[in-house]
C-alpha cells in the first residue's frame, strides 16, 4: 500500500532534516518518491509538524513490582467502581491495554521497560504481548543475582561473565542489561541500610564498582547497543551528586548510561541541608562523551514510586503517602512500592523540580540526555506534554516557579535559565537519539528504509496542548490516531538481542539451577508461543 503524506514541516534530525515537505510509504516502510503518483492514502499535512514515531527508553509499564503497585493501590486502578475525580496515575490508566493507547496518542510508538528481573520476564512479556500498538523492549536487571557475584568472588575471567551476560539476555529476550544499586540488594539481606560504589558485598567480598564495571565491560565486549544502563547507589539522598560525580569518573572512557540522574542531583548546602547540585552534574555529563543520561524529571501530584532497589524503598517507606508500603525482598534484586505525593509547596519536592529542568537544560547536547520521568516514579508518563512545554518556554517556567517556595528556587539556578528547547532539539532527544542509543537503526527517522513510524502534530503555540494529542499517528504505515483518538489498534513487537556464547554456558547454568533452586531453568525461559501473537520479537543486530 503506498501512502502520501503532504506537505507538513518534516523534522528529522538523523537525516538533518528541517524544511516543508512530504513523506512516502509503502507496506510499512519509508520509501523514496516514487515515480507513480497514484496512491492508495494521502494526508494533507500543511502547517502541520511532522516527526518519526517518538521512542521512551525508561518508562515502567510491566512486571512484578508494576503488579505489586496494582494490588496494593486498587483504589488507584481506573477499574474501581468508585474512586475520586483525580487520582494518582488517573490519566495514565494502569492497565496494559491502555497504556499502549496513551503513548500512541501523544505520538509514541515504541517504549522500553527498563528493570525486569529475569526470573520474571515470562510474566513481563506477556503483559507486554498486551500494550497495543508500540513496540516494546525490556532491560533485564542483574548486578545482586548470586550467580554473578559468585563469579567475581570466584575471580572468573571476563569471558565466563560475557557469556553469563549473553545466556541472560537470550533467556528473557531483552534488549540490554541494567544494574540497579549495584550489590545493594544482596547487602540489604544482610541487614546493611546505606551502601556506597566502594562498599563491599557481605559473603562475596566485592563492591559496587566491581560490579558495575564487570557488567559494563560484558556488555560493550559482547557488542550490545545499549551501554550498561546504570541506577547508582544512594538513590534520594542529600549529597549524592557525589556517587553520581564518581559513577561517572568509573567509566573510563567505555559507554555508560545513568539512570533517571535528577534523583542524584542533589547537594546539601543551605540551613536544610538539601540543594541543587545539577549544575555540577551536568558540568561532568558534558565532560564525559561516552556517557548517557535520561532525567527522571519529577512533576507535581500523586503517584507511586516502583524501584528494584529494596534497600532504598525499605528506608523511603516512612514517607509513604498514602501510609501504606511493600517490599519484596526475594531471589536478587526484590522490590519496593511506595506511594508518594510530590507537593509544590513542599521544599524538597520544589526542589527535585527544578534539579529535573536544570538538567535538561544544562546539558548541552540533547542527543545525551533523554526525556523520561522514571514513570511512575516521578510522574506518569502523561505529563511529557506539560514537561516538553517548560523545557520549550522560560517565561513558563517563570509562572511555575513564582508559585513554588522562595527558599526551594534559591538553592537552585533554574531562575537564571534562558535556554529554551527547539523543536528540531525536542525531535533529536525524543527519536534521534533514542533510536541510536538502542541500535534501533530502522526508527527514529523518516529515511529511505525505516519503518513508517510517523507523528504529525498542529503546530500550536501552547506547546503542551500540541504534544498531548497528536493530529495523526501511523505505525508501520497504518494509520492508528487521529486529533487525539485511537483509530485503529495494532500489535507491535519485543525488540531483543541475541549476542553470541559459549553453549557450554547452557549446561552449567542448567546444573546451577538444578542445584540452587531444584527446578529447571527452562521455567523462566520466554518462549514466543507463549505469547499469543505472530512474530512477537523482533532482533536487533549487536555489534561485530
Known amino acids: 500500500m503506498l501512502t502520501h503524506l503532504v506537505g507538513g514541516r518534516v523534522i528529522d534530525p538523523a537525516n538533518g532534516r528541517d524544511a516543508v515537505g512530504d513523506v512516502w510509504w509503502r507496506d510499512g516502510r519509508i520509501i523514496d518518491a516514487p515515480s507513480e503518483t497514484r496512491t492508495e492514502a494521502t494526508y494533507d499535512a500543511t502547517g502541520k509538524i511532522v516527526m518519526a514515531g517518538a521512542i521512551d527508553i525508561h518508562s515502567h509499564i510491566a512486571g512484578w513490582n508494576v503488579n505489586t503497585a496494582r494490588l496494593l493501590l486498587p483504589e488507584y486502578h481506573r477499574a474501581a467502581a468508585q474512586r475520586p475525580a483525580a487520582t494518582p496515575l488517573s490519566y495514565a490508566g494502569w492497565s496494559t491495554f491502555e497504556t499502549g493507547c496513551r503513548y500512541a496518542a501523544m505520538g509514541f510508538t515504541t517504549v522500553v521497560e527498563p528493570a525486569v528481573s529475569p526470573h520474571y520476564a515470562l510474566h513481563a512479556h506477556l503483559e507486554l504481548a498486551d ?82 564495571n564487570a557488567l559494563q565491560h560484558a556488555v560493550n565486549n559482547l557488542g550490545v547497543p545499549h551501554p550498561l544502563h546504570v541506577h547508582c547507589n544512594n538513590l534520594g539522598l542529600a549529597g549524592n551528586v557525589a556517587t553520581a560525580l564518581d559513577t561517572i569518573a568509573a567509566a573510563e572512557g567505555l559507554p555508560l548510561h545513568l539512570a533517571h540522574l535528577q534523583f542524584y542531583g542533589y547537594g546539601t548546602e543551605g540551613e536544610r541541608g538539601f540543594s541543587s547540585a545539577a549544575a555540577r552534574l551536568a558540568e561532568a555529563v558534558n565532560a564525559a562523551s561516552d556517557v548517557t ?11 507511586v514510586t516502583i524501584s528494584s532497589d529494596v534497600l532504598r524503598q525499605f528506608n523511603a517507606r516512612g514517607r ?34 527544578a534539579v529535573g529542568l536544570e538538567l535538561f537544560l544544562l546539558i548541552n547536547d540533547p542527543e545525551r540526555v533523554f526525556f523520561t520521568t522514571d514513570h511512575p516514579n516521578g510522574a506518569p508518563f ?91 499517528v501511523f505505525k508501520d504505515g497504518e494509520r492508528v490516531v487521529r486529533d487525539g483518538e485511537i483509530t485503529r489498534r495494532t500489535w507491535g513487537r519485543a525488540l531483543t538481542v541475541a549476542p553470541p556464547r559459549d553453549r557450554a554456558t547452557d549446561r552449567r547454568m542448567k546444573d546451577y539451577y538444578d542445584a540452587r533452586y531444584g527446578v529447571s531453568d527452562e521455567l523462566f525461559k520466554v518462549p514466543a508461543h507463549a505469547l499469543g501473537r505472530p512474530e512477537p520479537f523482533g532482533v536487533v543486530p549487536c555489534r561485530p
Open 293 to 303: 543520561v535520561d532525567v527522571g524529571q519529577v512533576m507535581f501530584g500523586p503517584t
Open 382 to 472: 502523561t505529563s511529557y506534554p506539560e514537561i516538553f512545554a517548560l523545557l520549550m518556554s522560560r517565561d513558563l517556567r517563570a509562572k511555575w516557579i513564582a508559585d513554588l517556595p522562595r527558599a526551594a528556587m534559591a538553592m537552585t539556578t533554574l531562575p537564571s535559565i534562558t535556554r529554551e528547547y527547539t523543536l528540531p532539539e525536542i525531535a533529536a532527544m525524543t527519536r534521534a537519539a533514542p533510536a541510536r542509543l538502542f541500535g534501533l537503526t530502522d526508527r527514529g527517522h523518516l529515511g529511505t528504509g525505516a519503518v513508517a513510524d510517523v507523528a504529525v502534530y498542529e503546530d500550536d503555540a501552547d506547546r503542551a496542548k500540541m504534544f498531548r494529542a497528536a493530529a495523526l
Open 320 to 353: 509513604a503517602r498514602p501510609r501504606k508500603w511493600l517490599i519484596l525482598d526475594g531471589d536478587a534484586n526484590g522490590a519496593g512500592v511506595v506511594p508518594y505525593d510530590y507537593r509544590r509547596s513542599d521544599f524538597y519536592n520544589a526542589v527535585q523540580w
Open 131 to 212: 500494550i497495543p500498538i508500540i513496540d516494546k523492549a525490556t532491560l533485564a536487571v542483574l548486578g545482586n543475582d548470586d550467580y554473578l557475584l559468585t563469579l567475581l568472588h570466584a575471580q572468573e575471567s571476563e569471558s565466563a561473565i560475557e557469556d553469563y551476560v549473553a545466556w541472560i539476555l537470550d533467556m528473557t529476550r531483552s534488549i540490554g542489561i541494567k544494574v540497579v544499586n549495584a550489590g545493594g540488594a544482596a547487602a540489604f539481606k544482610e541487614n546493611i541500610r546505606q551502601f556506597s560504589l566502594d562498599d563491599v558485598v557481605p559473603n562475596y567480598g566485592v563492591s559496587s564498582r566491581k560490579i558495575v
